[in-house]
């Protein structure tokens, strides 16, 4: 074993494998006697699991540094804009109960009291219509961008809807024609170690031992290396957040020029929650729910029922089912294997966050890629605290969906509003935040998974009304200019963006100006 860290193996060749793939090689690979060596191992009988259709805006700025162009993205993986996502009955699911979480933040956040502001001004508006203008943009199913605006520009923040697949093939051709990855397609079989417990090499049937310094697992759900390997435990959340399975499905729209939604649709049920990810040419629908609480023959039929009363089709397959354990690795990088994506732990699809741990995990290695096996241990001491950090707010900012929620018609709803089912940190933030709103040092690491914005945006769309301790008359002020603001823009923007449908329409055809 050479003590610098040169060969880097990937096994996996899903979403993670790929995008870690194209993030390393792109900054560390080429052709220089001293660059890193990429090679992903994927086997041939084994697919990669073909849901993970939502994104982050984060998939811009991964997207254009890896070299790749919107527009191949739109023209081949039938991909689409994402705005932010709207919930549908979450809160008590009456007729009417639907609210945004849309990607812009707030206009005027940070400087006026814009909730102060909200709850003295305008309490019976929604919070969100109130400070951006992306809901409104979202209900009248609106680009965030206009036919002149260049590649990875946006009029407003977004992020994508895309075909798994596509995207993962998309994401193969470019990592290995233009970023040099090697690509073995294998079924890997066992695993060697040096003495001291490092991987040395992974064993394949066709190609023989393929050795390396450093090797991650993104292995999906078998985990193969972090898991089965490395017998790296679970932190199973179920206590917490209950769904541990999901059914999906591919459903037509009843007419190819339909309207297009720019927002993931989150629909509350007795049974669970069902997504709904509006591709061009077909919507990515499914369940989400907990087995302790629902049976899959009535997940099904809820989910059946949600396609038709949405405009699906009447003659329905019977969905794909995929079952997990909601939770995430006690550890992400042991020895001389880091986990990244579904080998290092999956809570549930809400708020689409899995693949922005995956780019996030990604960076992080690129970023601090250790130059020896030395600093490889602190390396990973370092990526493990970022990363239980990460997944510990990501359980909070999930929980703080359901614990809001005044539905009463299961015990799925009943049970996750139960106190013993909140983690401590969730529940002293929400003591708090009775008496004043969410604010940037409530979640002070650089580079979290969710700002305080997006707090805002989930409590006071949940119906979440503060009594505020300290208002501050100056502040609410600014926050009335902020508001006439957003009203403006506004009415702008819902007067000079194209549809979404017409926008996607256009780039087949024409393609997008470059920046
Ligand atoms: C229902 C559901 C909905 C989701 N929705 C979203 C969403 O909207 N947004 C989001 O960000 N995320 C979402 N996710 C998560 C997202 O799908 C994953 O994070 C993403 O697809 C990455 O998966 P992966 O690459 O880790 O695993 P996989 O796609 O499962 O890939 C595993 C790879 O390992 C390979 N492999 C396995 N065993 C071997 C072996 N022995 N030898 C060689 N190769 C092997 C396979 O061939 C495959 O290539 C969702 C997940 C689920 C379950």
């Known amino acids: 074993m050479t003590d610098a860290v040169r060969q880097v193996v990937i096994l996996g060749g899903g979403s993670a494998g790929w995008i870690t793939a194209a993030v390393l090689a792109v900054e560390l690979g080429g052709s220089d006697p001293g660059a890193v060596k990429i090679t992903l191992i994927e086997s041939p009988d084994t697919p990669a699991i073909g849901v993970g259709e939502g994104t982050w805006p984060s998939m811009r700025e991964t997207l254009q540094r890896i070299g790749l162009h919107e527009v191949d993205l739109v023209r081949g993986c039938d991909a689409a804009f994402k705005q932010g996502s709207r919930f549908n009955g979450w809160v008590n699911g009456n007729e009417g109960d639907a609210y945004y979480h849309p990607f812009s933040l707030p206009q005027g956040y940070g400087e006026a009291d814009l909730v102060g502001g909200w709850l003295s001004q305008s309490p019976d508006q929604p919070f969100a219509e109130t400070v951006s203008a992306q809901p409104h943009l979202c209900t009248e199913r609106l680009a965030p961008k206009q036919t002149s605006t260049p590649d990875f520009g946006a009029v407003v923040n977004y992020g994508y809807h895309f075909d798994a697949v596509k995207m993962g093939l998309l994401l193969r051709k470019h990592a290995v024609d233009k970023l040099g990855v090697r690509h073995v397609a294998d079924e890997v079989t066992t695993v060697h170690t040096h003495e001291n417990g490092d991987i040395a090499a992974l064993e394949t049937k066709a190609h023989g031992k393929i050795t390396g310094d450093l090797f991650i697992d993104c292995s999906g759900l078998a985990s193969l290396l972090i898991g089965k390997h490395y017998g790296i435990a679970m932190r199973s959340q179920q206590h917490v957040l209950f769904n541990d399975s999901a059914l999906a499905l591919q459903v037509p729209y009843a007419e190819a020029n339909a309207p297009l939604a720019s927002a993931t649709i989150a629909t509350a049920y007795p049974e669970g929650w069902t997504w709904d990810i509006g591709l061009p040419t077909r919507r990515g629908m499914g369940m989400v729910y907990s087995s302790a609480h629902t049976t899959q023959e009535a997940a099904t039929a809820a989910l059946h029922n949600h396609i038709r009363k949405t405009g699906g089709p009447s003659d329905l397959a019977a969905p794909r089912l995929i079952r997990f354990t909601p939770g995430y690795r006690e550890q992400f990088w042991h020895r001389n294997c880091v986990a990244v994506g579904l080998s290092s732990g999956f809570i549930e699809p809400l708020e689409a966050s899995a693949l922005a741990l995956v780019e996030l995990s990604a960076a992080m290695i690129r970023d601090e890629f250790p130059a020896n096996r030395a600093d490889m241990d602190l390396v990973a001491k370092r990526f493990n605290d970022a990363f239980t950090y990460r997944w510990a707010r990501i359980i909070d900012f999930l929980k703080l969906h359901y614990v809001l929620s005044q539905r009463d018609d299961s015990d799925y709803w009943r049970d996750h509003r139960n106190p013993a089912s909140m983690p401590e940190r969730l529940g002293e ?12 040092n ?56 194209p549809r979404h449908r017409d926008l996607i329409n256009h780039i087949h055809v024409h393609g997008m100006p470059s920046a």
């Open 429 to 440: 933030l929400l003591q708090l935040w009775h008496h004043r709103a969410p604010y940037r």
């Open 442 to 497: 409530d979640l002070f690491r650089i580079e979290e998974v969710f700002p305080a914005a997006s707090y805002q945006y989930v409590l006071y769309g949940m119906g979440f009304k503060p009594k505020l301790a300290n208002p501050r008359p100056a502040r609410l002020a600014q926050a009335q200019a902020c508001f006439q603001n957003s009203a403006i823009i506004t009415k702008r923007f819902l007067g000079g963006l």
